[in-house]
């Protein structure tokens, strides 16, 4: 007579968080950013994206910045002659 041992059972796998996590973690690289690291990312940008011209809180979404800090960034980028402010508060190259 052969005994029947129970089989062994495995714990039931569960699903996975995969959902992928890069605002997250982006936002908090770029808020531990120095300044002057803030400002080679945006200088790199619009260097990038010729033609780009956002408003403060466009370039505020886009580099993960919170709008008044991302307005003192751009301002002295403005300051030094990187950028230009348009009239309707677009920053853009100068032409």
Same mark, same amino acid.
């Given at each position: 007579? *052969?005994? *029947?041992?129970?089989? $062994?059972?495995? /714990?039931? $796998?569960?699903?996975?968080? %995969?959902? /992928?996590?890069?605002? $997250? %973690?982006?936002?908090l690289?770029? @808020?531990?950013?120095? $300044? /002057?690291? %803030? #400002?080679?990312?945006? @200088?790199?940008?619009?260097? #990038?994206? @010729?033609?780009?011209?956002?408003?403060?809180?466009?370039?505020?979404?886009?580099f993960?910045l919170?709008?008044? #800090?991302?307005?003192?960034?751009?301002?002295?980028?403005?300051?030094?002659?990187?950028?230009?402010?348009?009239?309707?508060?677009?920053?853009?190259?100068?032409?």
């Amino acid at each position: 007579m *052969h005994s *029947h041992s129970p089989k $062994a059972t495995r /714990p039931r $796998a569960t699903p996975l968080d %995969i959902t /992928p996590r890069p605002l $997250a %973690i982006s936002t908090l690289n770029y @808020r531990r950013a120095s $300044a /002057p690291d %803030i #400002e080679t990312r945006v @200088r790199c940008e619009f260097f #990038e994206m @010729r033609g780009f011209s956002p408003t403060v809180q466009q370039a505020a979404r886009l580099f993960q910045l919170q709008p008044d #800090e991302c307005g003192r960034v751009l301002t002295r980028l403005v300051q030094e002659g990187f950028l230009r402010q348009t009239p309707d508060g677009r920053f853009r190259l100068p032409s």
